[in-house]
């Protein structure tokens, strides 16, 4: 379905983690002192068989703002998609966001995933409404509440629109929307129009302008691979990735995605390994079909002339964050 266009002039809207923290740049100092970024990322969270499993989660993920050590307390969560079910419609948002997400004390960004374009024949709204009021507020009068909130004091995510890039230190994330079907993906053809695809260049683009060292990362919903499960993989989605990242040689340490509960994440894509031009980097990231918990995974932010080194994997600890180390 189509979607609005991002705020914002030029082919790559933009948005860094200093903005979404109100221009405290001494949070941000903080980060880059300490050398060390660690998020969440999960997906397909949103839930219409009651809060228990979905409180689970969100209870683990807040428990890792108690960590001792500071360096491991996440800093903001991504949401690869499916923030709620069954349509993405606002009546949806309190019980399935903002609720279980009130104790959660950094800011919650997110990709859309099927289920929030989606809208029920019977509904009288639009594709994207809620989640473009509830995650793509324009902050130009300020941060804002909205009245799916609820009265919780959480306020709107002001990400540019639908796909766009997020700027955090060690890491930057290309964030796309692969639209509502079931399956496969899609980020561009003739009736949505290609201005991913052409997102995708001038961010890639700059990446290699700026000779950019951190962790360069994709985040959609539809996942490139998916084998097994319900899902089948987005090849044509992928393939129309791939070539722009052979166009410009530039390649993503980690592509993050949701939609299966097999298949979270993949290095690199058909041809590839990790590619950046000036860095490397590592990572792995399992998930557990029956809690639907991310993995854990590691990148590591090296200069191009230090060797890989060995990528911290386990099977299942219901760990979700995501650390990106200067090293
Ligand atoms: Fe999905």
Not at 98 to 106: F, G, I, K, L, Q
Not at 213 to 238: D, K, V, W
Not at 247 to 253: C, N, S
Request: charged share 20%.
């Amino acid at each position: 379905m189509p979607f609005p266009r991002p705020r914002g002039a030029g082919a790559e809207p933009r948005l860094a983690l200093s903005d979404v923290f109100g221009g405290n740049t001494g949070a941000i100092n903080v980060i880059e002192r300490q050398g060390q970024i660690v998020f969440h990322a999960t997906g397909d969270c949103g839930s219409t068989r009651g809060p228990k499993t979905q409180n689970e989660v969100t209870d683990k993920m807040i428990g890792d703002f108690t960590e001792s050590d500071a360096r491991e307390v996440p800093q903001f969560a991504l949401l690869l998609g499916d923030i709620v079910y069954s349509f993405g419609e606002p009546e949806f948002y309190y019980d399935q966001f903002y609720e279980p997400y009130r104790n959660y004390y950094a800011p919650v960004l997110a990709a859309a995933g099927n289920h929030d374009g989606m809208i029920s024949p019977l509904a009288h709204a639009t594709s994207l409404e809620a989640y473009l009021r509830n995650f793509c507020s324009d902050p130009g009068g300020g941060f804002t509440v909205t009245p799916e909130a609820g009265g919780l004091s959480r306020t709107a995510q002001i990400q540019p629109g639908v796909f766009f890039t997020f700027d955090a230190p060690f890491c930057r994330v290309l964030v796309f929307y692969s639209n509502t079907l079931e399956d496969p993906g899609v980020i561009a053809n003739d009736t949505i129009g290609h201005g991913q695809i052409d997102f995708l260049r001038a961010a890639l683009q700059r990446v290699k302008r700026e000779s950019y060292t951190g962790a360069l990362l994709f985040a959609h919903h539809h996942p490139p691979y998916a084998i097994g499960g319900q899902h089948s993989s987005s090849t044509e989605m992928r393939q129309q990735m791939d070539a722009v990242c052979a166009e410009t040689g530039i390649w993503p340490h980690a592509v993050l995605a949701g939609h299966g509960t097999r298949t979270s994440a993949s290095l690199g894509s058909d041809r590839t390994g990790p590619k950046s031009p000036t860095s490397s980097a590592a990572m792995a990231v399992t998930t557990c079909k029956n809690c639907m918990l991310k993995e854990a995974s590691r990148y590591g932010r090296r200069k191009s002339s230090i060797p890989e080194q060995p990528t911290r994997t386990r099977s299942c600890s219901n760990d979700m964050t995501t650390r990106i180390t200067d090293t």
